[in-house]
Structures are given as structure tokens and as C-alpha cells.
């Protein structure tokens, strides 16, 4: 299993970025994707995380309302769109992916099975 994270950058304030996690090597539909992200100083965190085939999101409360998490399950990608971005966004994010994940266990990191390696977003203010 590969997971392939891109579309990070530097971006002002207030600005959006997409992120993109291609896996393969997979089952797509079958796995829960999750984002994590890791800024300097600090340990990871969880971001969001997106179900299996229904695709329901659930989201940490520091980015509801900003960041949308979907997926395409054709071309076995799981998006991350960031918009009105903050300073304290400013992160290497992360995606992963686990097939048997239960819904209480969605942000606990420790239960991915697989990880990519990290794309890093700095939001300058």
C-alpha cells in the first residue's frame, strides 16, 4: 500500500490549498482515509477523517466550517480543501488509510494501518 500526498505550499492568510492523497495498492472504497498534521514543536493531530464507501466526514473542532474532506473513489484519491486558512495551520499534514478502523476510532492515529509521507502547508500572516 502507497499513499501519496501532494498540494501543499505557502499561502497567505485567509488563503485556500487542496491537498490530494493518492493511494494504491488498495481496495479504495474499502478504507478509511484520515488527515493528520504535525506542526513544528508539536505532536500530530488529527485533522479530519472521511467513512468508507459513504463518505461521511467528521472533522477536529479547530477546522469545522473551513476544511472539507471528500474522495473519489474511481480514482482512488482523497481530497483535503482548506480554505481561510490560519497562521496555526502552518503544518506537515498527512494522509492514512485503515480498512478495519471503527468510527470511535477515527482520530486516534494509532489505529492507521498505513501512512503517506507528508506534504507541509505554511500559512504566513
Known amino acids: 500500500v502507497q499513499l501519496q500526498a501532494s498540494g501543499g505550499g505557502l499561502v497567505q492568510a485567509g488563503g485556500s490549498l487542496r491537498l490530494s492523497c493518492a493511494a494504491s495498492?488498495?481496495?479504495?472504497?474499502?478504507?478509511?482515509m484520515g488527515w493528520f498534521r504535525q506542526a513544528p514543536g508539536k505532536e500530530r493531530e488529527f485533522v479530519g477523517g472521511?467513512?468508507?464507501?459513504?463518505?461521511?466526514?467528521y472533522y477536529t473542532d479547530s477546522v469545522k466550517g473551513r476544511f472539507t474532506i471528500s474522495r473519489d473513489n474511481a480514482k482512488n484519491t482523497v481530497y483535503l480543501q482548506m480554505n481561510n486558512l490560519k497562521p496555526e495551520d502552518t503544518a506537515v499534514y498527512y494522509c492514512?488509510?485503515?480498512?478495519?478502523?471503527?468510527?470511535?476510532?477515527?482520530?486516534?492515529?494509532?489505529?492507521?494501518?498505513?501512512w503517506g509521507r507528508g506534504t507541509l502547508v505554511t500559512v504566513s500572516s
Open positions: 495498492g488498495l481496495t479504495f472504497s474499502t478504507y478509511v
Open positions: 472521511i467513512w468508507r464507501r459513504s463518505g461521511s466526514t
Open positions: 492514512a488509510a485503515d480498512r478495519r478502523l471503527i468510527l470511535s476510532s477515527i482520530s486516534m492515529e494509532g489505529e492507521y494501518d498505513y
